[in-house]
């Protein structure tokens, strides 16, 4: 299986630009997809395809990456923000990392 | 606009079979495929299996052998048999549309527990 890797915490201030990492055990090129969860929610869809916005996602989240090292960007983040990221990649079969909980300060 | 929702009993005895129903709306099951993913509680999504839109199946090799997905196109409804229940298959349970490989719409989940 392809393991995602994810910094457990990260803690900010709103206004602030913060980068959240996914590290892929084996590449998946650029079948990496990232979601938001919000306590006692379903998980949203944010970005697919490691670069690309989800309709209706506002566009201070970006993603980038392909291979192995992938990152979801937010500038600024806002307090509504306060979440746990998941990436999936779908290159070898179904795989989700374990999550971030972002934090505002 | 597109909705899925899962049904099913929250409690499960070990070793017993659960049996949930994603019923859907405002998509085609011919059109686009069903994923089930599950969630235990303060931990990442697990991927379970899908149900293609052309009827065939895929599941995740570490439940392969407990899982079962089908679907009734004429009722808009994909269903999820798992065997041999155990204490770690407690967790959130989802369907998901499935939209080249990613999960565009999530069900609301289904808390389901297992335990005697």
């Known amino acids: 299986d392809t393991v995602l890797t994810q910094s457990p915490a990260l803690a900010v201030s709103p206004g602030e630009r913060v980068t959240i990492s996914c590290r892929a055990s084996e590449s998946v090129s650029t079948g990496m997809h990232w979601y938001q969860q919000k306590p006692g929610q379903q998980p949203k869809l944010l970005i697919y395809g490691a670069s690309n916005l989800e309709s209706g996602v506002p566009a201070r989240f970006s993603g980038s990456g392909s291979g192995t090292d992938f990152t979801l960007t937010i500038d600024p983040v806002e307090a509504d923000d306060t979440a746990t990221y998941f990436c999936?990649?779908?290159?070898?079969?179904?795989?989700f990392g374990a999550g971030t909980k972002l934090e505002l300060k | 606009q597109v909705q899925l929702k899962e049904s099913g009993p929250g409690l499960v005895q070990p070793s017993e079979t659960l049996s949930l129903t994603c019923t859907v709306s405002g998509f085609s099951l011919t059109s686009y495929s069903v994923s089930w993913v599950r969630q235990p509680s303060g931990k990442g999504p697990e991927w379970m299996g899908r149900?293609?839109?052309?009827?065939?199946?895929a599941y995740n090799s570490a439940l392969k052998s407990r899982l079962s997905i089908s679907r009734d196109t004429s009722k808009n409804q994909v269903f999820l048999k798992m065997n041999s229940l155990q204490t770690d298959d407690t967790g959130t349970y989802y369907c998901?549309?499935?939209?080249?490989?990613?999960?565009?719409?999530w069900g609301q989940g289904v808390m389901v527990t297992v335990s005697s």
């Open positions: 999936q990649q779908s290159w070898n079969d179904n795989t």
């Open positions: 998901t549309r499935e939209e080249d490989y990613y999960f565009d719409y």
């Open positions: 149900m293609w839109y052309d009827g065939d199946t």
